[in-house]
């Protein structure tokens, strides 16, 4: 399989984007959104990057960080994205009495044409990211990240929606998870 490699330059911001695979709407589940959150928090702390905004939506997130040296952010969205995949779906597991769990793992079974060690796929194997250089994209694409909930209906202000650093930045609320700035 031909892989192809990024390079990441030294100082800049990454605006990052994940899916769900087959783009299954995992986070829908407030306990999955919390298994999110902390996995995020955690992997922050080991690798000590700047988190700057995030959205959780429910079968997606992106991220806006700034990871010193930048090359580490293959490992802080395998950090991330391992572990929570774990998590979610034991938890998923765990729950099968609930016919909307039962539908959920279904739609993150692999098919049996896949060799791999597991059965489930939480994320797409594939991340999207995008380097920030100036401070308007940086403000573009925190705008967009916290008015994607209103985007797709899911609320009607972004200050609905507690699975995003608008609440942080504009209610000073780090109650779900608090926020760096750029000094």
């Known amino acids: 399989m031909l892989r192809y490699q990024r390079f990441y330059g030294s100082g800049t911001l990454q605006f990052i984007t994940a899916s769900t695979y087959r783009r299954i709407p995992v986070f829908q589940l407030e306990r999955s959104r919390w298994c999110f959150v902390q996995r995020l928090e ?13 959205v959780l939506m429910p079968e997606h997130f992106h991220l806006l960080s700034k990871p010193e040296p930048a090359a580490m952010t293959p490992l802080i969205l395998k950090g991330l994205k391992e572990e929570s995949a774990k998590r979610v779906i034991r938890t998923l597991r765990r729950y099968l009495q609930y016919p909307w769990c039962r ?3 279904a739609g993150l079974r692999l098919p049996a044409s896949v060799h791999d060690e597991s059965q ?5 194997r594939r991340s999207y990211p995008f380097e920030v250089f100036t401070e308007k994209k940086y403000r573009e694409k925190l705008d967009y990240m916290h008015n994607n909930p209103v985007a797709r209906r899911l609320v009607s202000s972004p200050a609905e929606w507690p699975w995003s650093s608008w609440r942080c930045y504009y209610l000073q609320d780090a109650s779900v998870l608090r926020m760096d700035r750029l000094g």
């Open 103 to 105: 539908r959920i793992l």
């Open 42 to 54: 955690a992997v922050r702390r080991q690798f000590h990057f700047l988190l700057l905004g995030w």
């Open 120 to 124: 489930y796929r939480l994320w797409q």
